[in-house]
Every structure is written in C-alpha cells, then in structure tokens.
C-alpha cells in the first residue's frame, strides 16, 4: 500500500484519487481553503488539509512544507502528485525537500516554464518559434531587429492561454514590458506564428510513450481566450500524416525532457505559410477544459485512471498494462454559460456522447465513425451554443507597477 498525496489549488482529478483509492493506497489531499465545498471524491480520501491562497492558486509555500513536515511523523509520503498545472512546482519542492521519488525541480522547469522549456527544446533540435527573454533591454532591442512582429508576450507560468498578448509595434512592446515593472522576468518574447494549433495527450511510462492521441483545435485557445467564444478540439486519424508528424514530435519531445512516468498534454502549431511544425509548450498534467473527457470518448481510455495506475506499478514495482482500446473520432465544444445548469435535452443527435458539467459552463461532446461527423456537429451545435448560452468575461489584464 502506498501513501498518495494529492495537491491541487483547482477542482480537478477526481478520478485519479478515486482510482488510486481503488488500488488499495490511502489517498491525502492538499487543496485551498476555498474550495472546502467543492465536490471532491470524498469516500476514495482519507484526509484533506487546506491551505489558504495568498494569490489565485498560490500557497505560503513554507506553511505547505512545515504542514507536511507534521503529517509526515505518522504516515510516510511515496508519491507525491500535482493535479493541476499551478501545482507541479509545488510538487517538485515537496518531493524535494522530503527526498520523495518523482519530478524534480530541475526537471519540472521543462514542463511548467515556459521560457525554459523553450530552452530545452531549441537545445535539443526541436523546432520552436523565435523567442528571447526580456531580461536585458538589449536583447529584446536584438530580437525585434532580427525577428519581423507581430510578436507574442507570454507569462513564463501562466496556464494555457492565460495572460499572452499580441503585439505588433517596438513601441507597444516597450510600453508593456513598462507597465509590467517588477513583473517583467516573468514574461517572454515570442514571434508570432499564425496556424492550425495541434494537441498531443499522452501516457508515459519508464520514459517511453505508451498512448498518445493527437488532435486539433478548431480555434487556437489564444483566440477564444482573447477575443471569447466557443472552444473546440477534435480527435485526429492515427492513419493522417499530419498526425504522424505530431505523434513522433511529441515522443522526441518527452525523450529529450526527461519525464519518465505519468502524463502529459503538449502543443504544437503547423504554421500556414511553410507548413512546418513548430512546438509550443507542454505540461506534465492531464489536458484541462475537459479535453480528457474527449479523449475518453474516443479511445476508452480515462487518462486520470491511466496515471493512477502508472504511478501505483512504479511504487510497487510491478508491471503496468495499458488497457485495449479504440482510434474513433471524437469532438468536443465547451464555452462560458450565462446559465448555471444548462439544458442541452434538445441534443438529439446519433453522434452526441456525453454532457460535460461544470457551473455556468456548456460543454458536449460526441463521437462517430468519420472526422466529416465531427465537423458538422461541431459546426451545428457552436452556432446553436452561441445564440442559446455563449457569456463572454474579459481577458486576464496585465498587471502593473
């Protein structure tokens, strides 16, 4: 039996915790204060502590260290877990301090930094577009001489899409690395590579990738985080060529970075002018925005139970097996609701799988047997969520000095 501790400062990895409860471990759970009441796999947890945010998903992270340090006289922590992209530094020092097996923080720089997994990449041969850090007045003057705009500006740690803007004059970007002050080291600077936007979502074990599914998104997150809208991916044929292409990026990628088991959830983009592959970052976590639900709905495999299961043969030694499973399509469409529940009884369609929950969110996804199914249910029912649901909030602004 091992002892699991879970972190996470967001509602997320139910069924990780309910299948490594399965497992015959005891399963702990860190999360923030806030979300006490949230509906958390309570009878597959044999404890929950709470930690107070000083900032959104951020911890006191020495109360978190001397917290565990407590816990840790009477039970003995071997896999320590990060549920969500904001935790895995968070892991990485617990693991850490307390000598536990698993990523580091060298290591978890690669998977969370993303200035540094730039780094990594360009490194190792992996295409990336050009980028700098914005550290040194000079060299951002270099970059915008040598490297033609628009550029992106880019939280180094944000999640997803979160905080990245789009800017197309030297003059502009002064002003935001101004109005950025102290923040400034926090942020990168990258050309901007108009393109279809690839996803690949993966299982890793003894550093080799066992499953992974590659897939597009409709509209690159940016755009949707942006400017509002309704977010959609969909699953790729294992036959296409494009998705070959991302399946070996995606293999030499996590080879290079040095994950050895768990998850992962990286990016791609096909630029439109050359058609050539550029990587955009990844995360050793599960896809967010329900995109594991997707993959679900297509191959049958839960990714969440998947890891869970990896981590459980990893501690104890023994043999893991990837369950069988299917190549279909599968296509999935979230967006903000302007109503808390809402009611999708009108989805009357062959091809429509699952309903996706989350407050004042809509979200459905389907599966069928052609990639041409998934297009026209993605493109019928994004007009009907539009008219019928769509609440648009205002992107995260930056912050200032």
């Not at 979502?201 to 080799?208: A, E, R, Y």
């Not at 869970?308 to 469409?333: C, K, R, S, W």
């Amino acid at each position: 039996m091992a002892v699991v501790l879970c972190i996470s400062s967001y509602y997320k990895g139910y069924d990780f915790m309910q299948a490594s409860k399965a497992l015959g471990n005891e399963v702990y759970l860190v999360t923030s204060e806030s979300l006490r009441d949230a509906h958390w796999p309570w009878e597959s947890l044999d404890d929950v502590f709470y930690m107070h945010e000083v900032q959104p998903y951020k911890w006191n992270m020495m109360h978190l260290i001397e917290g565990i340090a407590h816990f840790m006289r009477s039970k003995t922590v071997d896999i320590v877990v990060a549920l969500d992209d904001f935790d895995v530094e968070k892991a990485a020092e617990v693991r850490e301090v307390f000598r536990i097996p698993g990523m580091g923080q060298t290591t978890h720089r690669y998977f969370r930094d993303k200035l540094a997994m730039r780094q990594m990449a360009e490194d190792n041969k992996i295409q990336v577009p050009a980028f700098t850090a914005v550290f040194n007045d000079e060299a951002v003057r270099q970059f915008t001489k040598e490297v033609s705009g628009p550029w992106v500006l880019k939280p180094r740690s944000e999640a997803s899409a979160t905080g990245i803007k789009k800017i197309y004059t030297e003059q502009e970007l002064w002003q935001q690395l101004q109005n950025l002050g102290t923040e400034r080291y926090k942020y990168l600077i990258e050309q901007f590579k108009p393109g279809y936007v690839y996803h690949v979502d993966s299982l890793i074990h003894n550093g080799k990738v066992i499953f992974a599914v590659a897939s597009r998104y409709v509209l690159p997150p940016m755009t949707v985080v942006q400017e509002g809208g309704v977010f959609m991916s969909q699953t790729l044929s294992n036959r296409d060529r494009t998705t070959r292409a991302l399946l070996r990026m995606n293999k030499d990628l996590i080879k290079k970075f040095g994950l050895v088991n768990g998850t992962t959830h990286s990016e791609f983009i096909q630029c439109k002018e050359t058609g050539e592959f550029y990587f955009l970052e990844t995360a050793s976590r599960v896809g967010g925005a329900f995109l594991a639900d997707m993959v679900e709905v297509a191959s049958g495999i839960n990714l969440w139970k998947e890891w869970a299961a990896i981590e459980n043969a990893v501690f104890h030694n023994t043999d893991y097996q990837l369950p069988e499973h299917e190549n279909n399509f599968a296509g999935l469409l979230v967006s903000l609701s302007k109503v808390e529940t809402p009611d999708l009884s009108y989805v009357t369609d062959d091809e429509f799988a699952k309903q996706v929950f989350k407050d004042y969110h809509v979200g459905m996804i389907f599966l069928a047997d052609k990639k041409e199914k998934i297009d026209k249910m993605l493109e019928k029912h994004s007009v009907e969520v539009r008219e019928k649901f769509l609440s648009i909030i205002p992107p995260k602004e930056y912050p200032t000095s």
